[in-house]
């Protein structure tokens, strides 16, 4: 029965890697096989070792407890997924509305440098943010182009490096909830890792073929669901 969700745990550590897959494919930024194993790679190893210390855990607990406690980590990870999601979103909106406006005021205005000055008043709080944004993978899925550092059409393994930790990152919650409710590593690990190579190639020639894009807000919550209902299986149909 884990098995189950030991699947649906590797799709929903993939959704990321598909989206990012399609916005290469749609920039005909082409990524070699050595990048794609990669990032598979990268991926798999921390999966293993996030369910790892999850299953680990499991020493210190009883079946009932451990249980409850893993079903709980996924479903958190999930809404929490889900409400970042939510709130880059809003953020980015808010970002995007106070561009047009600061155009509109150059435009109106353009001698006046009172905008500038008020923005100093919010640099380093941005700056913060962005520097933090840099490494996500967020930021390669709105602008896959910065990957390519080179400028040569072609995203290599040294240019994969922060995308490939990045969608690691993004994951460990969920192995680590994935482990407290009993996943298999080895099992997880391999479907993480395959799935991983079959969603950047599929979501590449997706995206050269038919430029169809999916959005950040998209996979957020398209993941974070899936994790959700993760947990909510293992609560309560796996014994």
């Known amino acids: 029965m884990h098995l189950i969700s030991a699947f649906l745990l590797a799709i929903a550590a993939n959704v990321d890697n598909f989206a990012v897959g399609i916005a290469y ?3 005909k930024l082409k990524i070699g096989i050595l990048t794609n194993l990669f990032i598979a790679l990268v991926s798999a190893i921390g999966t293993f070792l996030s369910i790892s210390v999850g299953d680990d855990t499991n020493n210190y607990l009883s079946v009932n407890v451990a249980n409850v406690l893993g079903s709980f980590v996924l479903v958190a990870v999930g809404v929490w997924s889900i409400r970042e999601t939510f709130k880059r979103e809003g ?6 509305a106070k561009m047009r406006q600061e155009m509109r005021l150059l435009v109106a205005a ?18 913060s943010q962005e520097f933090l944004q840099e490494f996500s993978y967020e930021n390669f899925l709105e602008n896959p182009e910065k990957a390519d550092t080179d400028r ?7 240019e994969s490096i922060a995308l490939a930790f990045g969608l690691t990152l993004n994951n460990l919650g969920s192995g680590i909830g994935g482990g407290i409710s009993h996943l298999n590593p080895g099992i997880t690990t391999l479907l993480v890792f395959t799935l991983s190579l079959l969603g950047m190639s599929g979501g590449y020639l997706l995206g050269d073929r038919f430029t169809t894009r999916v959005s950040g807000f998209g996979a957020g919550i398209i993941s974070g669901s899936l994790v959700i209902i993760i947990g909510a299986y293992e609560y309560f149909v796996v014994p």
Do not use: C, H, L, W
Request: positive net charge.
């Open 25 to 27: 494919g749609v920039k």
């Open 91 to 96: 953020q980015r909106a808010k970002k995007k």
């Open 110 to 127: 353009p001698s006046n440098r009172t905008m500038s000055n008020a923005s100093n008043d919010d640099f380093s709080k941005e700056f």
């Open 152 to 158: 040569s059409g072609y995203i290599d393994v040294r």
